[in-house]
């Protein structure tokens, strides 16, 4: 791996938090199959995350403190998934950095997604305020629900090798790999914070199940959002130039596509991330890395 690694697990949690430090400054304009429309796909997930994943270190550090959290070994992994968490942040900031280098103006994305993420939960907040809902758990209700969805796409990641192959630049693979492994390896923690607190009843179903629905169509909508933006600039904004990644993530078999029953999965009542077993995936790639 050309990224330099430093592994510390002084949280004593069922994993660590890697330090990372991607260099970027060869990335070439398109490292996404050579094609405009992959790479800004995947560019405009990037711009998601700086201000995404610092949500959710929020929603979790917010209630880290309730007193049904107690379990020592709970909180391992609540500081262990902070750490890691914020270090995702950290490395997508640089990516994201490196890309304005092109003329793409993903800084201007992260602060748009921080304005989504802050006028969702306001809106939330003040509807469900009259059903005794606070703004601690409708974040740590949208986190969770978020945390499933990245699991899922990390894991198709981790096991497709059809999507593997559209990296065509060493260090951009690196950076969505070492992502992809973590976010499995921490997929449960959030879910765990979520029903040790409010429990597996129908209430905690229902807003889990409703947080899922809104935050999947704002991803849509704001990431596609994102991704004409940059296809404009490039002007490739046509059918011509957007048909391969359209093809990719969304035909019958796309890689969006695929995930979907995975996704539903998270609608089953008694439904826990644990559920889908990665762990042989992960020991696998953990080798591959280095990490
Ligand atoms: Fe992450
Ligand atoms: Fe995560």
């Known amino acids: ?27 070439p304009r398109y490292w996404a199959a ?22 959710f270190v ?12 107690s379990d020592p070994d709970l909180q391992r992994e609540i500081s262990a998934f902070i750490g890691q968490e914020a270090m995702h942040s950290k490395e997508h900031l640089a990516f994201n950095s490196s890309a304005q ?13 921080g304005k989504v993420i802050r006028t969702g939960t306001k809106i939330l907040t003040t509807l469900l305020k009259p059903f005794g809902v606070t703004k601690e758990m409708i974040d740590l209700t949208g986190t969770c629900a978020l945390e499933h969805f ?28 070492w992502h992809a492994v973590e976010e499995n390896e921490h997929k449960a923690v959030v879910f765990d ?29 704001t990431q596609s959002y994102f991704t004409a933006q940059l296809m404009k600039i490039d002007g490739k904004l046509t059918w011509k130039d957007s048909k391969y990644m359209l093809k990719f993530m969304y035909a019958r078999k796309g890689f969006m596509t695929r995930q979907i029953p995975e996704l539903l999965d998270f609608f089953r009542p008694n439904f826990h991330p644990n559920d889908s077993d990665t762990d042989q995936l992960l020991a696998d790639w953990k080798l591959k890395l280095g990490l």
Do not use: C
């Open 1 to 27: 791996m050309n990224a330099k690694v430093n592994i510390s697990n002084r949280a004593g949690a069922s994993f660590p938090v890697r330090r990372m430090d991607f260099e970027f400054g060869e990335v």
């Open 34 to 55: 050579n094609d405009a429309g992959l790479t800004h796909f995947m560019t405009t997930l990037s711009a998601l995350f700086p201000e995404g994943e610092q949500y």
């Open 58 to 69: 929020d929603s979790t550090r917010a209630v880290h403190k309730h007193p049904k959290l």
């Open 101 to 113: 280098s092109y003329g793409y103006d993903i800084r201007t994305m992260e602060q748009q997604t």
């Open 150 to 177: 990245t699991a899922v796409i990390a894991a198709e990641l981790l096991q497709n090798k059809d999507v593997q192959a559209m990296f065509n630049d060493s260090t951009m693979h690196q950076l969505w790999m």
């Open 193 to 221: 914070v979520y029903t040790a607190i409010y429990g597996n009843g129908l209430k905690a179903y229902t807003m889990r199940a409703i947080a899922m629905i809104i935050a999947m169509g704002l991803i849509f909508m």
